[in-house]
């Protein structure tokens, strides 16, 4: 069982760092949306200010194309890292799936260790019946062969 063991612990080894990348990847999509919410909130600010401003109105228009340049990138980068967490996922499930088979060959084969134990055990114990059986026939002849109500004719022993 060394061999299937050691396969097994690969596996999940193999399966805790394919989840890893996507803890990793679930981080970085939190983080590009939380820069996008910062740009959106600076961008109402800004809003605001400039309402209240004629010189700060005049640049909004600039600092509002700039920052919804900036919140594209980022949201584009945000559906890369969506797509790399999907594939991520395809990942983990097959790691899985591979796990999965080799402790259902290590179970199976347990199972069969434990059956082939099981029929040595009944093995032994029929054996084991089977000499008692014989033991006691033969105690039971030895005692009929000197005790009164012996059957046999007196001639006949030897």
Do not use: C, H
């Amino acid at each position: 069982m060394r061999g299937i063991d050691g396969l097994i612990r690969l596996s999940k080894w193999t399966l805790d760092e394919k989840r890893r990348v996507i803890v990793d990847l679930e981080v970085l999509r939190s983080g590009l949306e939380r820069q996008i919410q910062a740009l959106d909130e600076e961008l109402e600010r800004e809003r605001k200010f400039a309402a209240t401003s004629m010189e700060a109105g005049y640049s909004f228009a600039n600092y509002r194309r700039v920052n919804r340049e900036r919140v594209d990138r980022l949201m584009a980068s945000r559906e890369e890292v969506i797509a790399k967490i999907a594939i991520a996922q395809d990942d983990v499930n097959e790691a899985f799936r591979e796990l999965k088979k080799y402790e259902l060959v290590k179970e199976t084969r347990l199972a069969a260790a434990a059956r082939e134990q099981a029929k040595r055990e009944q093995a032994e114990l029929d054996e084991a019946g089977l000499q008692g059986f014989l033991r006691q026939q033969q105690s039971d002849a030895n005692q009929n062969n000197g005790q009164p109500g012996n059957t046999e004719p007196a001639g006949s022993r030897r």
